[in-house]
């Protein structure tokens, strides 16, 4: 007897869908929002995130609210921001790690669009778009002093 079309589809999904699951954990997201020097968002920027290491380039437009979010592979990003009538603004050496969301804001300065403003950037100690903190504790102990 042949066993029905979906039995065997199911089957299928089961064995494929850890490999989904599992690819997508392997994911970190570069998040921010674009500003003009005076802190207000600049809407529709242009985004570009190249991994520093492959050359591989995403392009995306900032939201109406200035905001962008990209999921990437771990690995050494740039990500830049332009927008008519401003300078572009790069922010380099950006490490994104297997499930971290790292936040870059960028902010734009009025100018030609052929100038560029570069920020490096440091890998954060904290996560502030998580409740993420890493430290390493060590025992020690506290002598009594109640007699």
């Known amino acids: 007897m042949h066993k029905p079309l ?3 589809a199911l089957g299928l999904g089961l064995l494929l869908a850890p490999q989904w699951i599992g690819a997508q954990v392997q994911l970190g997201t570069l998040t921010g929002s674009i500003f003009d020097v005076s802190g207000g968002v600049i809407p529709q920027a242009e985004i570009t995130i190249t ?27 740039q990500v830049e921001a332009k927008k008519e009538g401003f300078k572009a603004s790069l922010a380099t050496d950006i490490v994104v790690a297997v499930a971290q969301v790292v936040t870059i804001d960028l902010t734009l300065q009025v100018g030609s669009s052929t100038q560029t403003v570069t920020v490096t950037t440091e890998a954060p100690l904290l996560t502030p778009s998580t409740a993420e903190v890493g430290a ?12």
């Open 51 to 77: 991994n520093s290491d492959t050359g591989i380039k995403s392009a995306v437009k900032a939201s109406s609210a200035g905001y962008y979010r990209v999921p990437v592979p771990p690995g050494k990003y």
């Open 136 to 147: 390493s504790l060590t025992s020690a102990r506290i002598p009594d002093t109640a007699h």
């Open 6 to 8: 979906w039995v065997v």
